[in-house]
């Protein structure tokens, strides 16, 4: 488990080094000069002293992390930005916190109903718990990037398309929207929590059919589009008549027979779902 630890202050050890660094500088002028060996011994004692001290400095960022071992040994992490001291044996590891983004590049899959499709995905993570991170992956970048295409891909078998290939769906990926989404982060965190990321926020980013079936189903979305036109034309259009032969039946206009009202009906039924506007007849009258 993550460990959260706060080391002593960096800034009394960086002066002791300075001061390390500044005796040690004198000792070797005074070992010059008079050609003393103790002055040279002490001279590189304080020497590496100041280079034994200054590894020992960690400067954390922020929104940066340092995960210490010992020998192996998980010590603890560092999350408080500053400057600090550590035991210089200490082996560090470097973590950003920052939200990171993923670009799942576009992959070829088959729907649900076994449609050729093309998506692809942006994955907004971040490091949660450094240990995992470290020590539970071997690549954490590399983990994400491949955990993600997975979970995309199983996303996109596990739902239609869209409607038209499968009626009997509530979500589909075209007209799932934020649904969508949800599921997709809900799963990458499933995924991410062993190497300690979360998903903040996962968006499809690309969606279409492959290229060697979109030209047929472009055609059938078409075809789909002038039906459901043409129904709500031939409904308006059932209704107008219903109205009009109403009013004139009311209003006394003119009275239609069986006969008449059939011939009636037909001529409105083909000016008002006609695609181009009627032609008149004038009737002038029979030649005696």
């Not at 001290?53 to 010992?70: C, D, E, M, S, Y």
């Not at 083909?270 to 007849?281: I, N, W």
Request: glycine share 6%; net charge neutral.
């Amino acid at each position: 488990m993550e460990k959260i630890i706060k080391p002593t202050n960096g800034y009394l050890a960086l002066l002791l080094a300075l001061v390390f660094i500044i005796f040690a500088g004198f000792l070797f002028t005074q070992a010059a000069q008079f050609a003393n060996e103790v002055y040279g011994f002490l001279g590189a004692l304080c020497f590496a002293m100041c280079i034994f001290i200054v590894k020992g400095l960690l400067i954390i960022q922020p929104n940066h992390a340092r995960v210490l071992n010992f020998f192996g040994k998980y010590v603890g992490t560092v999350k408080e930005n500053g400057l600090f001291f550590v035991n210089p044996l200490y082996t560090t590891f470097k973590i950003s916190q920052r939200a990171q983004n993923q670009a799942i590049q576009t992959l070829k899959v088959n729907d649900k109903m076994g449609n050729p499709i093309e998506i692809a995905a942006v994955v907004v993570w971040q490091v949660e718990d450094t240990y995992k991170a470290v020590y539970d992956a071997a690549d954490y970048t590399l983990y994400v990037k491949m955990q993600s295409e997975a979970a995309l891909r199983n996303l996109a078998t596990g739902y239609a398309y869209d409607s038209m290939e499968d009626e009997s769906a509530l979500i589909t990926l075209r007209d799932g929207g934020e649904k969508i989404n949800e599921l997709l982060t809900t799963e990458l965190n499933a995924r991410l929590m062993k190497a300690g990321i979360i998903a903040i926020e996962a968006r499809i980013s690309h969606l279409a059919y492959a290229q060697e079936i979109a030209g047929a189903m472009l055609q059938r979305q078409q075809a789909s589009a002038i039906v459901a036109a043409r129904f709500k034309i031939v409904e308006g259009a059932v209704g107008m008549v219903e109205l009009a032969l109403e009013q004139l039946s009311k209003k006394g206009i003119v009275d239609l027979n069986e006969e008449k009202k059939a011939t009636m009906v037909c001529n409105l039924m083909v000016v008002l779902c006609g695609e181009r506007g009627a032609q008149p007849v004038l009737n002038t009258g029979n030649n005696s």
